[in-house]
């Protein structure tokens, strides 16, 4: 059983709502809330966060100042059913495994978010703390999909 696990529903395909997971991350990444959720380095911004879309890609961020934090490795890319990848703060010990399946549910698809590994990295006690951030930052996804759809439906209404 992994450490964290988050299930949630989005309003479209699975295709178009994997997409907006790894394309469109840098738009519903949230960069404010109760937890921090940048590598920044003193004295600059964050700019982007993004994957490279292919298994063994990087999943980093970049910032103002020109530099780059590599915060994963993608090890499954498997668009649009799944897609799995490392995640690890720069003073943990070791990665945490995150994975993301995306299946075809009534007029949407279903999220499921599952990450394990923090009692390796040395930082057990953070997983409530990280449940905590994980509803936020899904609930960022999540409402970026349903502004989507949103918009989507009001384009073809105007056809």
């Known amino acids: 059983m992994p450490d964290l696990r988050l299930d949630f529903s989005v309003p479209l395909p699975p295709e178009q709502a994997f997409a907006i997971f790894v394309e469109e991350m840098n738009i519903w990444w949230p960069r404010q809330g109760v937890f921090p959720y940048s590598f920044a380095p003193e004295g600059t911004r964050p700019l982007g966060i993004q994957f490279e879309a292919r298994a063994g890609g990087r999943y980093y961020e970049t910032f103002t100042d020109g530099s780059e934090?590599?915060?994963?490795?993608?090890?499954?890319?498997?668009?649009?059913?799944?897609?799995?990848?490392?995640?690890?703060?720069?003073?943990?010990?070791?990665?945490?495994?995150?994975?993301?399946?995306?299946?075809?549910?009534?007029?949407?698809?279903?999220?499921?978010?599952?990450?394990?590994?923090?009692?390796?990295?040395?930082?057990?006690?953070?997983?409530?703390?990280?449940?905590?951030?994980?509803?936020?930052?899904?609930?960022?996804?999540?409402?970026?999909?349903r502004a989507t759809r949103r918009v989507q439906d009001l384009e073809l209404s105007q056809d």
């Open 69 to 145: 934090c590599v915060i994963g490795r993608i090890t499954r890319w498997q668009p649009p059913t799944s897609l799995h990848y490392t995640w690890r703060d720069p003073s943990w010990q070791a990665d945490t495994k995150i994975e993301l399946a995306f299946a075809a549910e009534n007029d949407g698809t279903r999220v499921a978010y599952a990450q394990d590994g923090f009692a390796g990295a040395g930082v057990a006690w953070l997983v409530p703390y990280y449940e905590v951030g994980c509803e936020q930052t899904l609930a960022g996804y999540a409402a970026h999909c």
